[in-house]
């Protein structure tokens, strides 16, 4: 069936950053603190208080909008945003607005680029917290400094919209400009779309998708709306302008409120800060310390150590994670045993104890230490897998566990040698069908040897030995 609509989304998300203090004051940026401690006149917006720039904020802002391909302006400013919540003291938000930081950047996923409108540095509000019929507001999170970035309107999935968000976590974890953590409000997703005719050029109306906590959230709320809209539009009626909220319980959206346009804010420059100036020559500081970003990792995993595609993308997920691979290469060198491990067992247990890399029992040299002992043929791939449970609940190192258990493999080839000259004696009816054709039967003759050396001698010298016997 032809699809008789395009789907059209644009995506907002808040990133606070991570700074030790505000954006606008020296109070802790500190999450799960106890309510309404990290704060004081500043944030609280009480009378005759000043603001003052927090700069660290403003040089994340910067790494962020050049990683991003953002041109950075060497001159922006603040405006207030006007706006009645409980959580919001002041009854403005301080932000950026004709004039950001940064703007006409891109993201390149896979040859689909998704361009950036504009990336600006904003204050967070605080927080509602509603019990029964009591409604309670935390404040700790007000003047936290965040960025705001902005697609332009051309993601075409809600797919490539998951996509790009990982994307965008992925560049924003690697800069350490965010911590990016959804379950505590420090990645904040606001998606927004709208069907058009296929082939028509305008724009059909949006609805805007607030404060999505979770990329699975994001995917479902987008595909209800593409149902929702669809049923409308093939009914012949309208859709309208609006904000909705994702109910996760029934899985469908539900009006939160008419769609704010600009005007609505009642924007105007903010008096108490003066004109935001970046000198070309920090701009040009910054640029040159950026680390290399997830794409070019990906590029010299796959192109330098010739890891597959599907690999270098596990390895990538986080820079952390990253990062081991590479200190775990620097002492062994076999960068294909290094990630299948990474890949497998490794992340195995991590997912087993919901735990990141950076929690995980074994460092980088501990872990090569035992990848060498089995890229030297030393030990099996099985003696290496008990080896490595093992360590992940004793302090032995993997030499001492191999050594304590005879588990190293034998390396006298005296005793290969006779071994396999006894098993084709005795088997000598095998010996003639290999010779007759039947060559797979040589894995018999490896299982023979195996047996008797007690598994102590690498399956592939057995089978050198044997094949050079036989022909």
């Known amino acids: 069936m032809d699809k008789k609509y395009e ?67 060497e001159l922006s400013t603040f405006a207030r945003k006007h706006y009645f919540y409980p959580d919001l003291p002041k009854g403005y938000q301080i932000t950026q607005y004709k004039e950001p930081l940064a703007t006409n950047g891109f993201i390149d996923l896979n ?61 924003l974890n690697y800069l350490d400009v965010s911590d990016c953590d959804m379950e505590k409000g420090h990645f904040r997703c606001e998606p927004n779309i709208s069907l058009r005719p296929i082939g028509q050029t305008k724009f059909g109306i949006r609805t805007e998708l607030k404060n999505l906590n979770s990329l699975r959230n994001v995917r479902e709320g987008l595909e209800f709306e593409i149902k929702r809209q669809t049923k409308i539009l093939d009914e012949g009626g309208s859709i309208i302008q609006e904000t909705l909220f994702w109910d ?84 062994c060198p076999n960068p294909k045993l290094v990630a299948n ?58 030499q001492e566990i191999a050594s304590s258990k005879g588990l190293f493999l034998i390396q006298d080839d ?3 040698i006779k071994a396999v000259a006894e098993i084709l004696e005795k088997n000598q009816d095998v010996v003639t069908k290999y010779k007759e054709g039947k060559t797979t039967i040589v894995g018999y003759l490896v299982g023979l040897v195996t047996k008797k050396t007690e598994g102590k001698i690498s399956p592939q010298k057995i089978m050198e030995e044997i094949l050079k016997r036989l022909r």
């Open 7 to 73: 789907v059209v989304i644009g995506v907002e998300i808040h990133a606070q950053l991570k700074t030790k203090s505000k954006m606008f004051c020296s109070c802790a940026v500190a999450f799960g603190a106890t309510p309404n401690s990290n704060v004081c006149p500043i944030c609280l917006g009480l009378p005759g208080t000043l603001p003052t720039v927090n700069d660290n904020a403003i040089e994340l802002a910067i790494k962020a909008g050049l990683a991003l391909n953002c041109q950075i302006a």
């Open 111 to 171: 040859g689909k680029t998704i361009e950036i409108r504009r990336l600006h540095i904003e204050e967070d509000s605080g927080k509602s917290i509603h019990s029964g019929s009591e409604s309670l507001v935390d404040f700790n999170r007000c003047g936290v400094p965040l960025i705001e970035v902005v697609t332009e309107p051309n993601i075409r999935s809600p797919e490539q919209a998951v996509q790009y968000l990982q994307t965008l976590k992925q560049i």
């Open 248 to 331: 996760e319980q029934t899985k469908t959206t539900g009006s939160m409120r008419g769609k704010e346009e600009s005007e609505d804010y009642r924007y105007f420059p903010e008096p108490d800060l003066p004109v935001l100036v970046i000198k070309k020559e920090k701009i040009d500081t910054i640029k040159k310390m950026l680390p290399s970003l997830p794409l070019q990792r990906k590029i010299y995993l796959v192109e330098k150590l010739n890891l597959p595609q599907n690999i270098a993308e596990i390895i990538i997920e986080t820079k952390e994670f990253a990062d081991y691979f590479d200190a775990t290469v620097k002492h």
């Open 341 to 398: 491990w990474l890949t497998t067992e490794v992340r195995a247990i991590l997912n087993e104890k919901a735990i990141t890399i950076i929690n995980f029992k074994l460092n980088p040299q501990q872990l090569a230490d035992l990848l060498n002992m089995l890229n030297e043929n030393k030990i099996t791939g099985k003696v290496a897998k008990e080896i490595f449970t093992e360590m992940l609940t004793t302090e032995n190192t993997a």
């Open 414 to 416: 005296d005793v290969l």
